[in-house]
């Protein structure tokens, strides 16, 4: 059980160009949702919690303007990288944890490596 | 502030035991989790521990000191397939999850 799922796992595009990168757990409800970067070698850096129904929250130095959030269900949370450039490449994460309890674990999908040219 | 902190690099051999500590301090507490990363990929969930004492789960065992501060992943008969990074991660007293940089495991045949 717990399983989320990210889709794309890969992409690969020209500079200027946005991405939606989509995450969902497939077998519960999340009413929050994480999204996480990472850089090589470097641990999980928080970004935004994605809350159903409500505006994101986002970490202090993230331009919500340049990554949009959208938890429109239960199921489902979408970033997207707007206009995109070479330093926004980088391997994005999200994650869920089932409704109910705060001290669920978070699940993790497969990520989003993003690279742009 | 808040802190986490774990070794950044442990090297054991096939086979034998291997312990990775970690130490926090963080406003409130609600749990920690131990999260195994392979590299490129996404972490997956090990364990969760919110009270004192030790937690087995197969070749895998947390253990959590609240008074300490402290918690160590405990690793037997290791495979090479461990060889991975190891991420401790608190909840604090708002429920959010403070990761800790990372251990990264070598294993040696």
């Known amino acids: 059980g717990a399983v989320v799922s990210q889709h794309p796992s890969r992409v690969i595009c020209k500079s200027g160009t946005s991405v939606k990168i989509e995450c969902r757990s497939l077998?519960?409800?999340?009413?929050?949702m994480f999204w996480y970067r990472q850089f090589p070698k470097k641990s999980l850096m928080l970004m935004a919690t994605?809350?159903?129904?409500?505006?994101?929250?986002?970490e202090q130095g993230v331009e919500k303007d340049k990554f949009l959030i959208n938890h429109a269900s239960l199921t489902l949370s979408t970033l997207t990288v707007t206009s995109a450039h070479p330093e926004d490449s980088s391997f994005y994460i999200c994650?869920?944890?089932?409704?109910?309890?705060?001290?669920?674990?978070?699940?993790f999908g497969d990520g989003t490596r993003l690279s742009i040219l | 502030g808040q802190n986490i902190d774990q070794p950044t690099e442990m090297t054991a051999t096939e086979g034998a035991i291997v312990q990775i500590n970690c130490t926090y301090q963080?406003?409130?507490?609600?749990?920690l989790f131990w999260y195994q990363q392979h590299a490129g990929e996404a972490p997956t969930f090990l364990s969760y521990?919110?009270l004192d004492g030790l937690e087995e789960k197969g070749r895998f065992s947390s253990f959590l000191s609240r008074s300490k501060g402290y918690s160590y992943l405990l690793l037997k008969e290791l495979q090479m397939k461990d060889s991975a990074s190891y991420l401790c991660?608190?909840?604090?007293?708002?429920?959010?999850?403070?990761w800790g940089a990372g251990t990264k495991l070598i294993i040696k045949p």
């Open positions: 994650s869920a944890s089932e409704a109910g309890a705060d001290n669920q674990p978070q699940h």
């Open positions: 077998d519960f409800q999340a009413t929050t």
């Open positions: 994605s809350n159903e129904g409500s505006k994101a929250t986002y």
């Open positions: 963080t406003s409130g507490f609600n749990g």
């Open positions: 521990n919110v």
């Open positions: 991660a608190v909840l604090d007293s708002n429920y959010q999850l403070i």
